[in-house]
């Protein structure tokens, strides 16, 4: 069974830069799309980037986020990553990854793997 695990999260300031990691075991990647989410205080989670899988790899982000995140994906290490460049404070939140066989509003994104979280905190 698919398994995923987040790092790289951490405290930075705004402006700053971080990297996170989505590494799989169990399967490989290459088939799923995977979604990075996050969940802030008292919000509800929402969606920040996703990447088609099938050797499609198309991506959206949400409009918060676009032009800073980047999404990518390297099947050789089996591994996700999450790019975040000008980090704001409103970017604070625990971010997930997730797979589907689709992203959100296309056919298959029910997303049944998640990992723990990781914390990212942009300090102002």
């Known amino acids: 069974q698919l398994q995923l695990v987040e790092s790289g999260g951490g405290l930075v300031q705004t402006g700053g830069s971080l990297r996170l990691s989505c590494a799989a075991s169990?399967?490989?990647?290459?088939?799923?799309?995977i979604g990075w989410f996050r969940q802030a205080p008292g919000k509800e989670r929402e969606g920040v980037a996703c990447m088609s899988g099938g050797n499609t790899n198309y991506t959206n982000y949400r409009d918060a986020v676009k032009g800073r995140f980047t999404i990518s994906r390297d099947n050789a290490k089996n591994t996700v990553y999450l790019q975040m460049n000008s980090l704001k404070h409103e970017d604070t939140a625990i971010y997930y990854c997730?797979?589907?066989?689709?992203?959100?509003?296309?056919?298959?994104?029910?997303?049944?793997?998640w990992g723990q979280g990781t914390q990212v905190t942009g300090s102002s």
């Open positions: 997730a797979a589907a066989y689709g992203c959100p509003g296309y056919p298959g994104d029910v997303f049944d793997y």
């Open positions: 169990g399967s490989t990647l290459d088939a799923y799309a």
